[in-house]
Every structure is written in C-alpha cells, then in structure tokens.
C-alpha cells in the first residue's frame, strides 16, 4: 500500500524538525511525506526546505487552524493518510509498518486511530483520552468509536472523497467529531488501536491559553447545528454549554467563554447551510459504541483530571 503522513505546523521548528528527522528511524517509510506550515513566521519553512529535500512542503498564506491539514490530504497521493501534529512522536520504529499491517489484513477499518501516550511519564492519561470508554479499563483493547484524534490518525484516502474534509469554519476544536458524524453516517468504520502508539510531547509553545475555552465553546453549537437531529441537537448544546461554562469558571476565562456563546448562536445562521442531521440508524450506531460510556462520576473525575493538566501543561 502507498501511505502519505501529513504533518501540520505552526511556529514549532524546534519540534517539527526532530519529527521529520525521527521518521527515518521507521522500519517502514512512507512513499510521501507532506508538511503543511500554517504560515509560521519563525523560519519554519525554510528550515525543512533545508534539511528535508523528500518532504513535499506547503506553506498556506495564512493560519487556518486544524483545519489546514485539508491541503495536505487533499495532495496526498497514498492509500492510506496519516495525520500527525507536530509534537506527535511515534514510540516504536516499527509504528508506520504496523499501520499498514492492520489495514492490510482488515479491509473494514476506514479510520484508525492511535494510543497516545504522554511526553513525560509514556502513559496514558486523561488528556489524551476523549473514547467513549473507561480509560483505565479499555485503553489496551482495540474498539470501535466514535472519536477521531486529529494528530494521531490514519485514513483510507477513499473516505475523503465520499464525506469530504474538515471544517473549515470551526479553526481548532471538535473538528473531529464533526467528520466522525459524517463517516459513521456513510458507513465507514473508526477504530482505535493500542498496537499503534505515538508520544504527545505536547510543545506549549505559541499556543494561546484562551483558545480552548472560546472554540470548545463555539463549537460545539456549530457542531450540533450541523450533524444532530433536531431534540438531540438541543440537548447536546445546553448540556455542553454547561460543561464548557464549569471549564472556563476553573480557568478563570469566563469572558471568553460568553463570548464564545454568543458568537455560537450568531453564526447558526452561516452554519444551517450545513446542516445534515445524521440518520436513525447513525443515532443507533453510536447509541451502541458508547454503550460502555462512563457514568457521571467517573466523568467528572476526569472532567476535573483534565482540566487540571491542562491547567499545569499551560500554566494558567
């Protein structure tokens, strides 16, 4: 099989470089390797043009947030795609040839997502962890889900062109989600595997802390406006506007958070253009994966897991 791995930047020689240079340790090469540099201003681009004569690199004019790794899959020529981010390491030389082994021998895996494990200790912990699952108790099972983990992911190419890409509108969070709806509801499967594992060194550098509160908030109207039928659309808005005003209030971001309901309601206007509500089946299909969803204990043990390390990684 041809596989293409697509990397995204933004600002982050200092990590991107040493990926590149860590893919040559890889028992399995890919036919192509592309970098799509989100208009860094830190010589990112001239770096790799330097150092890397093999990597197909495009730079965009301007940042357009996750869902810049558009243009990268939309030039890649493989069967398979993978999609790394830039702080996103694979732990095992043999990571690129165990991919192409799970999609070889199981034709009905479209999406295959990693294990992710910390920078620091190589575990796994809360904050790379969004499956519908008991992390302690599932995250050494291979599953099917209904999430997809942007920079740490393999595709069949073939998808692509059936649901179409990222959204563009959203920049940065739950892009992901909006593109599993759109997969599971044409009937491709998404899958995690713990065979596959890569480490999130999490590079904190030039991100900016207000960023989650504002687009987590945001868009997660925008998400329900787009893909839920119209009851459940309802509930997941009010329920995630809920959990995202407990995120700000521990962040101290508050502000960003009002601001990000209002721009929320605004922009359903822009966003009804979109809309598909998935289908009874797709509703059922997802009822049945999450099934071993925690109950709310457990998820505001984690919910507050969480928040505080993204707190300590961020330093607010």
Same mark, same amino acid.
């Given at each position: ?13 200092? $990590? ?23 208009? $860094? ?90 499956h519908p699952y008991e992390m302690e108790r599932y995250a050494d099972q291979h599953l099917l889900t209904d999430y997809i983990s942007e ?98 209030l521990m962040r101290r971001q508050l502000r960003w958070y009002l601001k990000a309901v209002y721009d929320g309601f605004r922009g359903i206007? $822009? ?12 509703? $059922? ?32």
């Open positions: 099989m041809n596989i293409s791995l697509v990397v995204l930047t933004c600002n982050r020689k200092d $990590s991107v470089i040493p990926l590149l240079k860590s893919l040559e340790e890889q028992t399995r090469y890919p036919e192509e390797v592309i970098v799509v540099d989100n208009n $860094s201003t830190d010589g990112t681009s001239d770096c790799i043009k330097q150092q890397f004569k093999f990597v197909r690199l495009v730079r965009l004019e301007e940042n357009r947030g996750a869902s810049g790794r558009n243009e990268g899959i939309k030039r890649a020529g493989g069967d398979l795609v993978i999609t790394l981010d830039d702080d996103v390491f694979f732990a095992e030389r043999c990571g690129i040839e165990k991919i192409e082994q799970i999609f070889e021998t199981n034709r009905d895996v479209s999406v295959l997502n990693f294990q992710i494990l910390d920078g620091e200790h190589q575990k796994i912990i809360p904050f790379n962890w969004f920079g740490a992911v393999c595709f069949r190419r073939e998808v692509f062109a059936v649901v179409g890409f990222y959204p563009e509108e959203f920049f940065i969070s739950h892009e992901g989600p909006d593109l599993s709806y759109r997969l599971l509801d044409n009937d491709f499967s998404i899958e995690y595997s713990p065979e596959i594992k890569v480490i999130h060194r999490c590079s904190t550098e030039h991100r900016v802390t207000w960023r989650n509160t504002y687009y987590d908030t945001r868009n997660q109207i925008w998400l329900a406006i787009r893909n839920l039928p119209f009851f459940r659309a309802l509930a997941h808005i009010f329920y995630r506007l809920f959990t995202t005003f407990l995120f700000a206007g $822009s966003e009804l253009k979109y809309r598909k509500p998935i289908s009874k089946n797709t509703v $059922s299909k997802i009822r049945n994966i999450r099934k071993h969803k925690p109950g709310v204990g457990y998820k505001i043990m984690s919910f507050v897991k969480r928040v505080n390390l993204i707190n300590k990684t961020f330093e607010v």
